[in-house]
């Protein structure tokens, strides 16, 4: 994305590719107020249970992933959302491949 362009359409499923056993991510912008990252989940490929200080919200642009929040088991799929609210442990398995925007909020 450049930085120079005061608006720029972001196709975002198509920024991050999908390699073979492995989480790719790219961050699509940082500001002192939060970042946006892009991830792409191979099939079985998971981010074990760990907490962050800040809220946070989980897109789901392809794929079917469980979303674990506080001990509790969610299934997203495409289009789904998910808010992760900042201290409560969570993790992410791909269920099949992947991709989700992530937002994080700090301020």
């Known amino acids: ?3 120079a362009a005061v608006a720029e359409v972001l196709h975002l499923a198509e ?3 999908y390699q ?9 912008t940082k500001a002192d ?7 792409a ?16 919200l989980v ?6 992933a469980e979303v674990r929040l506080g001990g509790h ?9 998910i808010i992760m609210p900042a201290n409560v442990p969570h ?6 491949r992947f991709k989700m925007l992530l937002t994080m909020i700090r301020a």
Do not use: C, W
């Open 59 to 64: 897109h789901l642009l392809e794929g079917q």
């Open 41 to 56: 989940f191979d099939v079985g490929q998971e981010l074990s249970e760990h907490t962050a200080p800040y809220d946070a």
């Open 1 to 3: 994305m450049s930085t």
């Open 91 to 96: 993790a992410l398995k791909a269920l099949t």
């Open 33 to 39: 107020a939060g970042n946006v990252t892009l991830f």
């Open 20 to 28: 073979e056993g492995a989480v790719v991510s790219r961050q699509i």
């Open 15 to 17: 920024l991050v590719g």
């Open 73 to 81: 088991p969610s299934v997203l799929q495409a289009g789904d959302a």
